[in-house]
């Protein structure tokens, strides 16, 4: 079984042009420096990998991408491939953020893309969580049991050090409505046995990480929950300061 440190992600989705990704980039490689005990990976729009790639340089931020298509290239106007990603200096990417599931992509697709991620030698954060409504109809086990089944379903054992999960409640993307310590800690214990039930002990390897309107003054309660070994974090992660307040959160306060 693993013993990976917290991990602390950036999704900073359709937002920045090159000046200012640049400056964030370079605060959180500092912030990162500051507390080496914790991983920190970062997930720019397409066009400002290279920006963020430069201004990484040395750091242990990993770059990632906020999504990819399964096949390694073609006639896909607009889409990018694994290889592309490889190539602009990924070390992971993000697949099935609740973003892109509403955007039109299936359970299916996302499994696809995780796939072909990790055929391609990225590792992959796969991102699962339920709508309000599903929630309210008291559906959030087996919407999370399919995706995560789905989003799973190519993966193999030995591939399970190049994977995480994220438990984002869709209610809680965006909207300042963070999920409690005790609805995160209910999801992330679902999904361990999920995939301990799937993999045996190997499933208790990778993170999951808990997303949704996390901030400096909520993730220390959220990251002490149980099963909760990371954060993926949107709007707080597009300020210097609030990002490093997480990732000072996750190191302990320090
Ligand atoms: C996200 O984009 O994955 C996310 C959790 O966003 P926010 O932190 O803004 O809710």
Not at 240 to 249: E, P
Request: with cysteine.
């Amino acid at each position: 079984m693993s013993h990976r440190p917290i991990l602390v992600a950036g999704n900073w989705k359709m937002q920045l042009v090159a000046a200012e990704a640049r400056h964030l980039a370079k605060e959180v490689a500092q912030a990162a420096a500051d507390h080496s005990g914790t991983d920190v990976a970062i997930f720019p729009s397409f066009t400002l990998l290279h920006t963020a790639r430069t201004a990484l340089e040395g750091s242990s931020v990993a770059l990632g991408a906020q999504a990819c298509h399964p096949a390694e290239n073609g006639a896909h106007t607009g889409e990018i491939s694994t290889t592309m990603l490889r190539d602009a200096g990924c070390r992971v990417v993000l697949c099935g953020h609740s973003e892109r599931r509403a955007a039109g992509v299936s359970d299916a697709e996302v499994g696809a893309r995780v796939h072909a991620a990790l055929h391609a030698g990225l590792r992959v954060i796969l991102c699962v969580g339920e709508t309000l409504s599903e929630r309210e109809a008291e559906e959030t086990e087996s919407v999370l049991a399919r995706q995560l089944a789905e989003g799973i379903a190519a993966v193999a054992e030995s591939e399970l050090e190049s994977i995480e999960l994220a438990y984002e409640p869709v209610w809680a993307i965006g909207t300042g409505k963070t999920a409690t310590p005790d609805i995160a800690a209910a999801a992330h214990v679902f999904l361990r046995g999920q995939m301990v039930e799937k993999f045996g002990d190997a499933g208790r390897g990778p993170r999951i990480l808990y997303g949704g309107s996390v901030k400096p003054g909520n993730a220390a309660e959220l990251l002490a929950a149980d099963e909760v070994r990371g954060v993926l974090v949107g709007g707080a992660s597009l300020d210097g300061a609030s990002f490093r307040g997480i990732i000072q959160a996750a190191a302990g306060g320090n």
